[in-house]
């Protein structure tokens, strides 16, 4: 069902790679939501995935662009404000990777040519992002920019590893760019700390399918999935929530202010129960 929120709205959408990320929903319900959108990702990413079908769905231009690139960010911008006829009035940021995670490299062993990546990649693109489309003056007044982050910024979760970092730098660039854009040119900058969500590269992170599964059983409404997080960035994209920003907003089920659900501690019983019977027979 579309409100037509974005009726007459330009946006880009940047880390869209196959029907299962998140940014992939985002430009499909902006596009039912009215906006025109075009769509970003590295060369790679475009050969390997699956967006030109995303782009023919919503009538999207594809702009091939390494997002730690400065000149490469130019020319989205540029393009994009040709393409659509006008500034930009939101841009999402669905970009992360981690080498460290995925040659299974742990914490306490990191290789810091890969956590220099993972930071660059992953949180330093959208300051980078940020200062081009600043200097460019291509975000419209009361324009809103959304980054996609994830609770380890705040707490340890096992297995996620540098991309923890990354995360926690992420939303400081928020506020910090926030403060910035929203007193000289009314622009609002937010994260979106999502539920684990078993994205193409979501799914390299060890342990996710007992992660996904804690989380359910811990947050009181579930675990929000791709397409209510794309619901979620429309809000944000929309007229209706001009004055949030530089905020970090949860969207996990509640699992952010839970200590202990009766359906996890069920589980811990349980298995408390086989742990005390293997004792005993010890």
């Not at 880390?15 to 998140?22: C, H, M, R, V, W």
């Not at 902006?30 to 060369?43: D, K, Q, V």
């Not at 920003?245 to 349980?270: C, E």
Request: hydrophobic share 40%; glycine share 8%; aromatic share 8%.
């Amino acid at each position: 069902m579309s409100y037509n929120l974005l009726k007459g709205k330009r946006g880009i959408i940047f880390g869209a790679l196959d029907n299962k990320s998140i940014a992939w929903k985002v430009a499909e319900k902006a596009f039912e939501e009215g906006a025109s959108i075009t769509l970003s990702n590295t060369a790679t990413a475009i050969r390997f995935g699956q967006i030109d079908e995303l782009a023919e769905n919503c009538n999207a231009e594809i702009i091939i662009a390494d997002a730690t690139k400065t000149e490469d960010l130019s020319h989205v911008f540029e393009r994009s404000m040709e393409v659509l006829g006008g500034k930009i009035d939101f841009v999402l940021h669905s970009i992360g990777m981690s080498l460290n995670v995925r040659k299974k490299r742990v914490y306490s062993d990191l290789d810091y040519n890969f956590l220099n990546k993972t930071l660059d990649i992953s949180a330093v693109s959208f300051h980078k992002m940020l200062q081009v489309a600043y200097k460019m003056d291509a975000i419209n007044e009361w324009g809103s920019v959304v980054a996609l982050s994830y609770i380890a910024a705040q707490r340890a979760l096992y297995g996620y590893n540098d991309m923890a970092d990354a995360k926690a730098l992420l939303e400081s660039i928020a506020r910090s760019f926030g403060y910035i854009y929203g007193r000289e040119r009314k622009i609002r900058i937010n994260t979106i700390s999502q539920s684990p969500t078993l994205t193409t590269a979501g799914s390299g992170v060890k342990g996710v399918g007992s992660l996904l599964d804690f989380t359910e059983r811990m947050s009181p409404l579930g675990n929000a999935d791709a397409q209510e997080c794309a619901n979620y960035c429309v809000t944000l994209f929309s007229d209706l929530t001009r004055k949030v920003t530089m905020q970090n907003l949860y969207h996990d089920g509640g699992f952010s202010n839970m200590g202990m659900s009766l359906r996890a501690m069920h589980v811990y019983d349980k298995n408390l129960e086989n742990i005390i019977d293997d004792e005993k027979k010890d």
